[in-house]
């Protein structure tokens, strides 16, 4: 199971910092990806980060602006995201997938959790 939070309302130039919280012992053994799907768009990859925690990729959109980390022992994944634009109001949601390697399709996922709404207003 997986839940996303720490969305909200927060004015352009701002950080927020999402969680995804996974149950079961077997977090290691999966990549994790963060998408994200705005009204009438598209879901759009963001990024993700392999199992170690060694190993990540971002969409353009984002490169510089948000980081992932993870940490193994709480089974928990973590978006950074500053310099937050309004492009960025979205649905956030985390995806994890038994792989080493990193999808940015995600249909690829073997699970998704809810999402959580992070709105930049300007």
């Known amino acids: 199971q997986l839940q996303a939070s720490g969305g909200g309302l927060v004015q352009v130039g701002g950080s927020l910092r999402l969680s995804c919280a996974a149950s079961g012992r077997t977090f290691n053994s999966y990549a994790v990806g963060w998408f994200r799907q705005a009204p009438g768009k598209e879901r759009e990859f963001v990024g993700g980060?392999?199992?170690?925690?060694?190993?990540?990729d971002y969409a353009d959109s984002v490169k510089g602006r948000f980081t992932i980390s993870r940490d193994n022992a709480k089974s928990t994944v973590y978006l950074q995201m500053n310099s937050l634009k309004p492009e960025d109001t979205a649905v956030y949601f985390c995806?994890?997938?038994?792989?080493?390697?990193?999808?940015?399709?995600?249909?690829?996922?073997?699970?998704r959790g809810q999402g959580t709404l992070v709105t930049v207003s300007s």
């Open positions: 980060i392999g199992r170690s925690g060694s190993g990540t």
């Open positions: 995806a994890v997938v038994r792989s080493i390697v990193l999808f940015r399709t995600a249909a690829k996922y073997d699970y």
